[in-house]
């Protein structure tokens, strides 16, 4: 059963860089599918954050591109989110998923993870 | 990207049926068959309903059926029932990344 598991600091200061991993059990990354990172900040909907595949190819939301990086470790089985000079709009709860080619497919889900913003 | 348009709220009673949709442009929904639907719960992650327009993964009940046309993709749910009551999200391919919908949240009377 596939399972993936956001882990990272809860709490960022202003102006500083958010960084959160996903570890990923029982598939591989190597194996296929695209690795992607989606955030919800409190009582709002959802937002597309970007996309990793395991050869590393990345596919980053237009808005957030020039502050988003993506990894991927696949000795590690796990991926990476780090989103640089962040402010108190960035305060959400962080998920990481699986999907499909498209990246607008994600079938299995992290728990989340809430990522304050605060000095 | 512009985050697709979708109702704030809909309500129905149980067993009715209900349809919430899901308003994007040209450079999303109305170019690719590829939308999907998430249900969300409070405090839970979001569960995968349709994908590409009409598909249900497995284990989806097929009271859940999705449509598109144009520029608006569309969520209906038949039979309503009472776990139904959630948040529903769409989500649009558009190319190159992806964009959800603002979120609905379904009320079973």
């Known amino acids: 059963q596939v399972q993936l598991q956001e882990s990272g600091p809860g709490l960022v200061k202003p102006s500083e860089t958010l960084s959160l991993t996903c570890a990923v059990s029982?598939?591989?990354?190597?194996?296929?599918?695209?690795w992607g990172w989606i955030r919800q900040p409190p009582g709002k909907g959802l937002e597309w954050i970007g996309s990793?595949?395991?050869?590393?190819?990345?596919y980053y939301n237009p808005s957030l591109k020039s502050r988003v990086t993506i990894s991927v470790d696949t000795s590690k089985n796990q991926f990476s989110l780090k989103l640089s000079s962040v402010t108190a709009a960035d305060t959400a709860v962080y998920y990481c998923?699986?999907?499909?080619?498209?990246?607008?497919?994600?079938?299995?889900w992290g728990q989340g993870t809430l990522v304050t913003v605060s000095s | 990207q512009s985050a697709l348009t979708q109702p704030a709220s809909v309500s129905g009673s149980p067993g009715q049926s209900i349809t919430i949709s899901c308003t994007g442009t040209?450079?999303?929904?109305?170019?690719?068959?590829?939308v999907s639907w998430y249900q969300q719960h409070p405090g839970k992650a979001p569960k995968l309903m349709i994908y590409?327009?009409?598909k249900r993964p497995s284990g989806v009940s097929n009271r859940f059926s999705g449509s598109k046309s144009g520029n608006t993709a569309s969520l209906t749910i038949s039979g309503l029932q009472a776990e139904d009551e959630a948040d529903y999200y769409c989500?649009?391919?558009?190319?190159?990344?992806?964009?959800f919908g603002g979120g609905t949240k379904l009320t079973v009377l």
């Open positions: 998923a699986r999907s499909d080619v498209t990246y607008v497919n994600f079938d299995y």
């Open positions: 029982g598939y591989s990354i190597s194996s296929g599918y695209y």
């Open positions: 990793i595949y395991h050869s590393g190819s990345t």
């Open positions: 040209s450079s999303d929904v109305g170019s690719y068959n590829l």
């Open positions: 590409e327009v009409s």
């Open positions: 989500c649009s391919y558009a190319g190159s990344s992806g964009v």
